[in-house]
């Protein structure tokens, strides 16, 4: 037969679309072309499975003309993964190998010239939406890769070593007579159903600092965003690393989303598997690294924080355009990337940790050091965050400087099992009443279920008025206050409970007016 389809995935985003690689062989002058909006990493593949097929032993048609196309044309390929489903495209067209039987698998992989398979990007992301999809089929992979996508319940993945693992898999029925036993390169991957025990660095290391634990204990509780203010060296960073311990473990559901983008991004290892991620990148990051971008487009930063933690630290000192693209983000938890040929969609259900000095020499009002700089030089340095994007950020902490005596005298803080607990059972309360986090409450949600009392309302009016709060600000301090509230255990938001949260609004405010 000279014509043979085999099947295989493109990733769009999260999307895997399906791809037929047609190969054809015809008598003609020897040639082998390949169409269909292949990318230059898809293209190179004409050389990779000729070395590969001509090194595993096996006979490759040069006499021949052959044409490959990936269907459909005006979806883009990226990538090496269609290596694997050309080979075995031209090894069925040339009658090597049983077309037939490969109906019902899909295959992807990256060739070496030796015939070796090589792990691809996105394999998770690929088993998730043929899950999501209610695709019946068996995935053909190559080790590392067949582990992640197995991570998906009820995914029928094989794991293949090398090119003629899979040929062996599929000879005619009359070459397989001798034996019918697949080679020892060939294997059914066992779905893993099991969440792993995450590790996170402990919050006990942290000495002293009580009123910034006790901010992000309150943001662990409702999923708010959260601004640490201080000078050099006070454990701002330190606070940070430690937060994604206080959160409650991840779901199945979670993991595998924020898995399948990790695993888009290349970043995805079995050892971070239920996780929750930390990203932190660079202040030199532009909008495009922090957002994601490029064609096709790839998650940038937020989408790979997606149901963990963006860490911005030194947070004036990044470019003022990827500041600003964090702003939607924050609100919808969702980030679209569109472009010229394509567009794709990715989720971005972050917390925002950020941390900032609170001038450039960073030792505005500190006891221990004098700051070098002039009331310009502060204004210039805060106001390269913009009102909108402070307004969306929930709590604003000063973290001060912490004494040497402190330091080396007290015991160890409390440790972030217990803090957990607390947050945990906040969470469960805030969900059983009203089915989401107290962050993500929105409209008449967040009126039905704040139940501000009387005079906490009044006393809301009043402060709100006087400290000329946006609407903004105004509903994020209610959150917050709902959420100090469930921690407290208390079915009504009260006085107590907003004027705690009015607090964790004012580090700012309170630097600019010094």
């Given at each position: 037969?000279?014509?043979?389809?085999?099947?295989?995935?493109?990733?769009?985003?999260?999307?895997?679309?399906?791809?037929?690689?047609?190969?054809?062989?015809?008598?003609?002058?020897?040639?082998?072309?390949?169409?269909?909006?292949?990318?230059?990493?898809?293209?190179?593949?004409?050389?990779?499975?000729?070395?590969?097929?001509?090194?595993?032993?096996?006979?490759?048609?040069?006499?021949?003309?052959?044409?490959?196309?990936?269907?459909?044309?005006?979806?883009?390929?990226?990538?090496?993964?269609?290596?694997?489903?050309i080979a075995l495209g031209?090894?069925?067209?040339?009658?090597?190998?049983?077309?037939?039987?490969?109906?019902?698998?899909?295959?992807?992989?990256?060739?070496?010239?030796?015939?070796?398979?090589?792990?691809?990007?996105?394999?998770?992301?690929?088993?998730?939406?043929?899950?999501?999809?209610?695709?019946?089929?068996?995935?053909?992979?190559?080790?590392?890769?067949?582990?992640?996508?197995?991570?998906?319940?009820?995914?029928?993945?094989?794991?293949?070593?090398?090119?003629?693992?899979?040929?062996?898999?599929?000879?005619?029925?009359?070459?397989?007579?001798?034996?019918?036993?697949?080679?020892?390169?060939?294997?059914?991957?066992?779905?893993?159903?099991?969440?792993?025990?995450?590790?996170?660095?402990?919050?006990?290391?942290?000495?002293?600092?009580?009123?910034?634990?006790?901010?992000?204990?309150?943001?662990?509780?409702?999923?708010?965003?959260?601004?640490?203010?201080?000078?050099?060296?006070?454990?701002?960073?330190?606070?940070?690393?430690?937060?994604?311990?206080?959160?409650?473990?991840?779901?199945?559901?979670?993991?595998?989303q924020s898995a399948a983008?990790?695993?888009?991004?290349?970043?995805?290892?079995?050892?971070?598997?239920?996780?929750?991620?930390?990203?932190?990148?660079?202040?030199?990051?532009?909008?495009?690294?922090?957002?994601?971008?490029?064609?096709?487009?790839?998650p940038g930063e937020i989408?790979?924080?997606?149901?963990?933690?963006?860490?911005?630290?030194?947070?004036?000192?990044?470019?003022?355009?990827?500041?600003?693209?964090?702003?939607?983000?924050?609100?919808?938890?969702?980030?679209?990337?569109?472009?010229?040929?394509?567009?794709?969609?990715?989720?971005?259900?972050?917390?925002?940790?950020?941390?900032?000095?609170?001038?450039?020499?960073?030792?505005?009002?500190?006891?221990?050091?004098?700051?070098?700089?002039?009331?310009?030089?502060?204004?210039?340095?805060?106001?390269?965050?913009?009102?909108?994007?402070?307004?969306?950020?929930?709590?604003?902490?000063?973290?001060?400087?912490?004494?040497?005596?402190?330091?080396?005298?007290?015991?160890?803080?409390?440790?972030?099992?217990?803090?957990?607990?607390?947050?945990?059972?906040?969470?469960?309360?805030?969900?059983?009443?009203?089915?989401?986090?107290?962050?993500?409450?929105?409209?008449?949600?967040?009126?039905?279920?704040?139940?501000?009392?009387?005079?906490?309302?009044?006393?809301?009016?009043?402060?709100?008025?006087?400290?000329?709060?946006?609407?903004?600000?105004?509903?994020?301090?209610?959150?917050?206050?709902?959420?100090?509230?469930?921690?407290?255990?208390?079915?009504?938001?009260?006085?107590?409970?907003?004027?705690?949260?009015?607090?964790?609004?004012?580090?700012?405010?309170?630097?600019?007016?010094?």
């Amino acid at each position: 037969m000279s014509l043979a389809l085999v099947q295989s995935r493109a990733l769009l985003g999260l999307e895997a679309a399906a791809v037929t690689v047609e190969v054809h062989l015809a008598n003609g002058l020897p040639s082998f072309t390949l169409v269909g909006l292949a990318d230059v990493e898809v293209k190179e593949a004409r050389e990779r499975v000729r070395s590969a097929i001509q090194n595993s032993g096996l006979e490759f048609p040069n006499n021949k003309r052959i044409t490959v196309n990936l269907a459909p044309a005006d979806l883009p390929k990226d990538s090496g993964r269609f290596d694997l489903p050309i080979a075995l495209g031209i090894l069925a067209a040339s009658g090597q190998i049983d077309a037939a039987q490969l109906a019902g698998y899909e295959f992807a992989g990256e060739l070496s010239l030796s015939g070796e398979l090589r792990a691809v990007r996105g394999a998770l992301a690929m088993s998730l939406a043929l899950h999501a999809n209610h695709v019946s089929t068996q995935l053909v992979l190559p080790p590392g890769s067949a582990e992640e996508a197995a991570l998906v319940p009820d995914a029928q993945v094989y794991r293949a070593q090398h090119l003629l693992d899979v040929f062996g898999h599929f000879l005619p029925q009359t070459a397989q007579s001798a034996s019918t036993e697949p080679g020892p390169g060939w294997s059914r991957i066992t779905p893993e159903t099991q969440l792993r025990a995450a590790s996170y660095p402990d919050m006990a290391d942290v000495k002293g600092q009580l009123g910034a634990k006790r901010a992000l204990e309150i943001a662990a509780a409702g999923g708010h965003s959260l601004l640490l203010m201080g000078p050099p060296g006070a454990g701002k960073s330190m606070l940070a690393e430690r937060f994604a311990g206080l959160l409650p473990a991840m779901t199945t559901v979670e993991a595998l989303q924020s898995a399948a983008i990790a695993s888009l991004g290349g970043r995805f290892t079995l050892a971070h598997w239920a996780q929750r991620p930390t990203c932190h990148p660079h202040h030199t990051a532009s909008a495009v690294a922090l957002v994601g971008g490029g064609s096709p487009p790839r998650p940038g930063e937020i989408s790979l924080a997606h149901n963990g933690i963006l860490f911005l630290d030194e947070l004036p000192e990044f470019p003022r355009a990827a500041l600003e693209a964090l702003r939607e983000p924050l609100e919808t938890g969702r980030i679209t990337i569109s472009r010229a040929a394509n567009r794709a969609e990715f989720p971005a259900r972050f917390q925002l940790i950020a941390a900032m000095n609170p001038c450039p020499c960073g030792y505005l009002g500190s006891t221990q050091k004098t700051c070098r700089c002039t009331p310009d030089q502060v204004a210039r340095y805060q106001g390269k965050l913009s009102g909108p994007l402070i307004d969306r950020i929930d709590l604003h902490v000063e973290v001060p400087a912490v004494n040497t005596a402190e330091l080396m005298n007290a015991p160890p803080g409390e440790s972030s099992a217990s803090i957990q607990t607390r947050c945990v059972a906040a969470r469960e309360q805030a969900i059983q009443r009203q089915g989401m986090s107290n962050q993500a409450l929105q409209g008449q949600e967040l009126d039905k279920h704040l139940l501000l009392d009387d005079a906490a309302a009044k006393f809301l009016n009043l402060a709100a008025a006087r400290l000329g709060w946006s609407a903004r600000s105004t509903h994020r301090a209610l959150k917050v206050a709902r959420t100090i509230a469930d921690l407290g255990g208390s079915h009504q938001t009260q006085v107590t409970h907003v004027a705690e949260a009015m607090q964790y609004r004012r580090a700012l405010q309170t630097r600019h007016d010094q």
